[in-house]
């Protein structure tokens, strides 16, 4: 029987689905009758009486007795298009100063309610009422108010059409009641929350969407059919504001932590002494410029609240990427977003480069050395906005202090050591809306420099990056074609730009790699960098075409996040869709995707394809499986640095499987594997997950991880034996395992516990060594030999090769076996006690240890967490307070 090829199988897997999935009955064909049918809700303005409503979740007050009432939602899960199951209708109402919403959701069986009590912006499956407006009306940008019939609010800014910002945080009110006909929600926005300019006759994008818990119903007042693009774009209209004039803003959150850390202690060390206490008080600022424009700013910020970051094992040569946590940074991040290929981790601008972890190193002089863990930012500042007629505009810079470790040395004398110096840095966007949103053009620029070196000449002095992008949808934002182009440059020293020549992003002193030159004596580095995107968006049938380049030289990482440059590659996505429910489906789609890279000297460096499926059944479990195969190519990085090597090619697959997300008891299993039939290579992972609702306050999750490797290549060192330069790999065998556990507390809406722990274990045990003898050779076998057993010394743990055969080691790799240990928690209470304004009370407890048998026992390892290994604890209290002048 002939093998499948890769279209044949997409054409076979889409059938087969299209057969399960076939809608009983052609709900669907009802839902974008009325999609371009303007859509408008009237508000009623309030300047005398009836005063303005009270916010208790009671609709008896006058002021919504004349307002038009607005109903007719129509469904758009679990049956698009269809009228929603149970009546909702709301009522607007406005001051010169607030923005008033009444919604009535009424339900037949009001005891079926969902209102789980939860922290505020945590979604949970509950019954919700979500307030949707887009005040500044270009179609592309919103703030949405949501809440449950507990009271609790989740907010977020929508941006780019379809994207949100949920990090995003606001001033407003709101009430709930349950009672005998259903629910209801009295909304209180302040107009200073939202982005307009003064008119005579204002009109806001306007949606108000309602969630069914036990139906799995959402409704909506103007109804975003599922084959559509947008979100955003996709709004009814709130008309009747008149004469509202944007409100002067001035916001001040003035900030006090006290914290003390108890850690292990070293005798005789005066910069570990076992307790480290602290008191700081900072600000942050939100100011409005103009009606469309914020400055927002930060005195000394604080960010000790903040969860620690997952422990990981990294032996590759590339930096690990860690999410932004910060609020300071995460709020209105989307402006300050430019990918390199789109979107993605990578980007020009990187927020946590700024107050990093300090990149040099005291020297202790035969005594004793301050550890510093970060570098204090003094103070930051971003003004953004959108303005009416349609510019986007971003501006943010920072300034961190210059970090000195004191030093005691071995004579008794003290000592100070720059490890960090000061450093600048801004980040510039721009950007035009043409055709109502459908086309925008950007500018983006980024800027870093740092002061007086001092003894880190490795560091850059400068870097500068700029782009420039083209988002352009049509045909009823059905198409949509996207490009960006971007440039960089960095100064420094020959030792910095040496450096950044030699590194794993680029290795130009690679022997065979001839299209870059490696000049030693260079002060500076340029590239380039571009990616341009084609594809249909909507309808059941969607697909992406795509390049993009980074030249040798394309260096952002002073300020942004790359792994790699000189790349050329191109890739093609497919999918097909069902959005109405069938026979055992409720939705699905089935992918297809291939893609291939080169280097800039038009070398192969990897091709390959997947085919992936993901489904939604009707009792609302959800499913996805793929697999994938990476077709060989030239590894430019594997021997960091050296020639290229010739990979193999690369099976692997992954699943997925979780149950309704509804119920008090859930759970999910996650699963990979990856196979190298040629190098005998192989790895698996898998990750169940269970999470119990004990009461509808509190919420429980466990999750195991588990996984496993057997690498036959892993890199280990490279060094010269006589005239000859070799390539160390080891074969690797490698378990790590991790259980991460969360808890959540609410006592009100207002007042939440948040617990998380989790311990780590990873252990690594080499049983063999080999060296490269032929990198592109024509079998995998060709390329790698392994060493026999008599060129093999070990002596207690530490492993020397005999590259020569002549009896004598040539090549010392020490013991390269490891067993990594960790413990990470977080305690935090959280007390919003009054409007914007916050108490936090934190524990942070962390452990560590190493050691180097490389054999993996989890229950030994566990144990010697807490055994071995000593505790760091800090307790802060954090109080600020907001005030809006």
Known sequence: MKTPTPRNSFAIATTAVGLLIAPQTALSQQSTSNISVPRPAIATAIRAQPLAPRIDGVLDDGAWQDAPVHSDFMQRDPDEGLPATERTEFRVVYTDATLYIAVRAFDRQPGEIAAHLTRRDEFSPSDWISVQIDSYRDRRTAFEFAVNPAGVKLDRYMYDDNNSDRSWNAIWDVATTIDAQGWTAEFAIPLSQLRFTKADETTFGFNIVRDINRRNESQYWKLRPKDARGVVSLFGDLVGLSNIVPPRRVEVLPYTVLSNTASPSEANNPFQTGNDRSATMGADFNIGVTPALTLSATIRPDFGQVEADPAVVNLSAFETFFPEQRPFFNEGLDIFQFGIAGNGREQLFYTRRVGRSPQGSPDSRGGFAERVNHTDIHSAAKLSGKTQSGWTIGLLGARTAAERADVLGGDGNPYSDLVEPGTTYLVGRLAKDLREGQTVLGTFGTLMDRGD???????????????????????????????????????????????????????????????????????????????????????????????????????????????????????????????????????????????????????????????????????????NVGM????????????????????????????????????????????????????????????????????????????????????????????????????????????TVSMQFRGNMTFSPDLSLQIYAEPFVSSGDYVDYRRVADPRGETFDDRIQSFADDRVFIDNGDVSLDVTGDGTADIDLGNPDFTFLSFRSNVVLRWEYNLGSTLFLVWQHGRSGFNQTGQFDFRSSVSDIFDDTEATNTFLVKFNYWLSL
């Open 453 to 623: 070196l001092e003894n880190l000449s490795f560091l850059r002095t400068s870097a500068f990056t700029g782009g420039a992008d083209l988002t352009h949808r049509f045909k009823n934002d059905t198409w949509s074609l996207d490009g960006r182009i971007m440039g960089s440059r960095i100064n420094g020293s020959s030792e910095s730009i040496r450096l950044a020549q030699l590194s794993s992003a680029r290795y130009f002193q690679r022997p065979d790699n001839d299209h870059t030159v490696f000049d030693s004596t260079r002060t500076s580095l340029s590239g380039f960098a571009g990616a341009m995107n084609f594809g249909k968006n909507a309808g059941n049938v969607r697909f992406t075409i795509g390049v993009d380049t980074r030249s040798p030289g394309f260096e952002v990482n002073d300020l942004g996040f790359q792994n790699q440059t000189d790349n050329t590659g191109g890739f093609v996505w497919v999918q097909r869709r069902w959005l109405t429910p069938g026979k055992v489906f409720r939705r699905a789609s089935v992918n297809f995707n291939a893609w291939t890279n080169y280097t800039h000297g038009w070398e192969r460096k990897n091709s390959g394809g997947n085919i992936n499926a993901n489904a939604t059944f009707l009792n609302y479990w959800n499913a």
């Open 628 to 735: 994938n195969i990476n077709v060989g190519g030239l590894g430019v990085t594997d021997l960091r640095g050296g020639p290229g090597f010739q990979r193999p090619n690369n099976l692997n697959g992954w699943f997925f499987v979780g149950s309704d997300f509804r119920k008090p008891l859930r759970a999910n299993l996650n699963g990979f594997f990856w196979n190298q039939a040629a190098s005998g290579s192989h790895g698996y992972g898998i990750t169940p997950s269970v999470s119990w609702r004990a009461a509808t306050n509190m919420d429980f999750s466990f999750g195991p991880n588990f996984n496993g490797q057997r690498d036959t290549w892993q890199f280990l060192r490279q060094e010269d034996v006589g005239s000859e330069r070799e390539f160390i790999f080891g074969e690797l065998e490698q378990t």
